[in-house]
């Protein structure tokens, strides 16, 4: 391999490595510049954003972090809902997805805590937000779409995979 060739790929290959050094100190002052208001309870940041609640859970041994919303709870809901949400968590919902947990809807945004940046918070805060907020219409953390079947109430007896199967 060239000498220089070699000098490229060490470089892009070192800074892929990096990390952002993140740390729970440095997670929860980005929350608090974007909270309208916020309570912290040891590894958990509860806050206001837009007059939504917003939790934050940050593990620093583990290298993980969670910033999720509450949405609905889960008997409140149909199954074309569920479906819709799905659908969604492929085509719209991007790096926030829907989940169910203790039968309540959430939106979560889930991501290993060192490699984040400041910007990826700020989005994470406001795809959570917006993912709680189309929930029942676009079912979308942003603009961006992802092409393909996005038909949300389409109907079937068995998911088109296993018929496939």
């Given at each position: 391999m060239r000498p220089i060739v070699f000098a490229l790929v060490l470089v892009c290959f070192s800074h892929f490595g990096l990390s952002q050094d993140m740390d729970s100190r440095k997670l929860v002052d980005i929350i608090k510049r974007e909270a309208d208001t916020l309570s912290i309870e040891?590894?958990?940041v509860r806050f206001l954003f837009n007059d939504a609640i917003l939790i934050c859970i940050?593990?620093?041994?583990?290298?993980?972090?969670?910033i999720i919303s509450p949405?609905?709870?889960?008997?409140?809901?149909?199954?074309?809902a569920l479906l819709?949400?799905?659908?969604?968590?492929?085509h719209s919902a991007?790096?926030?997805?829907?989940?169910?947990?203790?039968?309540i809807i959430w939106?979560?945004?889930?991501?290993?805590l060192r490699e984040l940046s400041e910007a990826q918070v700020v989005d994470a805060i406001q795809q959570v937000y917006a993912a709680a907020l189309t929930f029942g219409g676009s079912y979308s953390s942003t603009n961006l779409v992802f092409p393909g079947n996005t038909n949300k109430k389409e109907k079937s007896t068995l998911p088109k995979v296993l018929k496939k199967i």
């Amino acid at each position: 391999m060239r000498p220089i060739v070699f000098a490229l790929v060490l470089v892009c290959f070192s800074h892929f490595g990096l990390s952002q050094d993140m740390d729970s100190r440095k997670l929860v002052d980005i929350i608090k510049r974007e909270a309208d208001t916020l309570s912290i309870e040891r590894n958990s940041v509860r806050f206001l954003f837009n007059d939504a609640i917003l939790i934050c859970i940050h593990d620093e041994s583990a290298n993980r972090m969670r910033i999720i919303s509450p949405i609905v709870e889960r008997e409140k809901l149909g199954e074309e809902a569920l479906l819709n949400a799905l659908v969604a968590n492929f085509h719209s919902a991007l790096d926030v997805k829907y989940a169910l947990s203790d039968e309540i809807i959430w939106s979560v945004y889930a991501h290993p805590l060192r490699e984040l940046s400041e910007a990826q918070v700020v989005d994470a805060i406001q795809q959570v937000y917006a993912a709680a907020l189309t929930f029942g219409g676009s079912y979308s953390s942003t603009n961006l779409v992802f092409p393909g079947n996005t038909n949300k109430k389409e109907k079937s007896t068995l998911p088109k995979v296993l018929k496939k199967i």
